[in-house]
């Protein structure tokens, strides 16, 4: 049962970063450095402030590994640079695609190198469909969205950085969990010290923010609900799930993103794209299905 709250928890934080890519095209002015700085900084510091109890009563266990917590404070740290400057340079849908759809394959070969996974049929069976649906979601736009961003390979790689930098801190905060560290404890930290880190970017880059209500508005929404709300649920879900599965389940990002980015941004969705997202969803069926099987 605690299994399948932590799937749920995994989803419902899914969908609520999947509106980021929208919400951050409604602050043209902002520069996408800030918007992540501020977004995943202040969303992380607050996370830090729920949780200051139970850091106090994990102190000396968040001592003993603190290899994990200083990696994934630093990958907290890059994730939101290089997701939004992604999504800016590529795309949302393409931005959004890259930096999620890469993170689960990611996260299993992290976890494979630690042996924290084991391979199984199922599951490359559905990483495949999975790699194949993001691939055709990612590049099924018309050649009028393609000439629209000029950098599509940089955002790319940039993508690949915050798929990276995902699984690395999903998986150094599993890490923490497994030693016996509550969960809030282990994200508040993890979160905390990369909030911390990502001060200097935000100072530096947001000259702006106050300039119009928009900024104002989206910057408290990216912060308040994707978040501080949407790492809640995900913090739970990793208490209960494995770093992959759950990197795995927010392959639904991508698809909230694209569906969004098609009714309020005008990003055209083709027959193609609509395909992969279908097989993102049997991806998602299979790899969940596989998991609750074999546990």
Same mark, same amino acid.
Request: overall charge positive.
């Given at each position: 049962?605690?299994?399948?709250?932590?799937?749920?928890?995994?989803?419902?934080?899914?969908?609520?970063?999947?509106?980021?890519?929208?919400?951050?095209?409604?602050?043209?002015?902002?520069?996408?450095?800030?918007?992540?700085?501020?977004?995943?900084?202040?969303?992380?510091?607050?996370?830090?402030?729920?949780?200051?109890?139970?850091?106090?009563?994990?102190?000396?266990?968040?001592?003993?590994?603190?290899?994990?917590?200083?990696?994934?404070?630093?990958?907290?740290?890059?994730?939101?640079?290089?997701?939004?400057?992604?999504?800016?340079?590529?795309?949302?849908?393409?931005?959004?695609?890259?930096?999620?759809?890469?993170?689960?394959?990611?996260?299993?070969?992290?976890?494979?190198?630690?042996?924290?996974?084991?391979?199984?049929?199922?599951?490359?069976?559905?990483?495949?469909?999975?790699?194949?649906?993001?691939?055709?979601?990612?590049?099924?736009?018309?050649?009028?969205?393609?000439?629209?961003?000029?950098?599509?390979?940089?955002?790319?790689?940039?993508?690949?950085?915050?798929?990276?930098?995902?699984?690395?801190?999903?998986?150094?905060?599993?890490?923490?969990?497994?030693?016996?560290?509550?969960?809030?404890?282990?994200?508040?930290?993890?979160?905390?010290?990369? @909030?911390? !880190?990502? =001060?200097? /970017?935000? $100072? &530096?880059?947001? *000259?702006?923010?106050?300039?119009?209500? #928009?900024?104002?508005?989206?910057?408290?929404?990216?912060?308040?609900?994707?978040?501080?709300?949407?790492?809640?649920?995900?913090?739970?879900?990793?208490?209960?799930?494995?770093?992959?599965?759950?990197?795995?389940?927010?392959?639904?990002?991508?698809?909230?993103?694209?569906?969004?980015?098609?009714?309020?941004?005008?990003?055209?969705?083709?027959?193609?794209?609509?395909? @992969?997202? !279908?097989? =993102?969803? /049997?991806? $998602? &069926?299979?790899? *969940?299905?596989?998991?609750?099987?074999? #546990?």
């Amino acid at each position: 049962m605690n299994k399948y709250l932590g799937i749920f928890t995994v989803i419902l934080a899914s969908l609520l970063w999947g509106t980021t890519g929208t919400a951050a095209t409604f602050a043209p002015t902002l520069s996408p450095l800030f918007i992540g700085s501020f977004a995943m900084g202040i969303g992380g510091i607050l996370q830090c402030g729920l949780a200051i109890y139970n850091i106090k009563q994990n102190h000396s266990l968040l001592i003993a590994p603190s290899r994990f917590l200083v990696v994934g404070a630093l990958a907290v740290a890059i994730y939101p640079l290089a997701f939004y400057s992604s999504m800016r340079l590529a795309g949302v849908t393409i931005g959004t695609v890259v930096s999620i759809g890469s993170a689960p394959i990611l996260s299993a070969i992290i976890e494979y190198i630690s042996r924290d996974f084991q391979v199984t049929k199922q599951w490359v069976i559905g990483a495949l469909l999975g790699i194949i649906g993001m691939t055709m979601l990612a590049f099924s736009e018309n050649a009028s969205i393609i000439i629209e961003y000029n950098h599509v390979g940089l955002g790319i790689l940039l993508g690949l950085i915050a798929g990276f930098t995902y699984a690395l801190y999903s998986w150094s905060a599993r890490q923490l969990m497994l030693k016996g560290i509550d969960s809030k404890a282990a994200m508040g930290a993890t979160f905390g010290c990369g @909030g911390l !880190l990502l =001060i200097p /970017v935000m $100072l &530096i880059t947001g *000259t702006s923010f106050f300039a119009a209500w #928009n900024n104002i508005a989206v910057g408290c929404y990216m912060a308040l609900i994707p978040m501080f709300l949407g790492y809640q649920c995900y913090g739970y879900g990793l208490s209960k799930i494995s770093a992959s599965l759950a990197t795995t389940i927010s392959l639904l990002e991508p698809v909230i993103a694209a569906i969004l980015a098609m009714i309020i941004v005008g990003e055209s969705l083709s027959l193609i794209a609509w395909i @992969g997202m !279908l097989f =993102i969803f /049997v991806c $998602l &069926i299979i790899v *969940t299905l596989s998991s609750v099987i074999n #546990n």
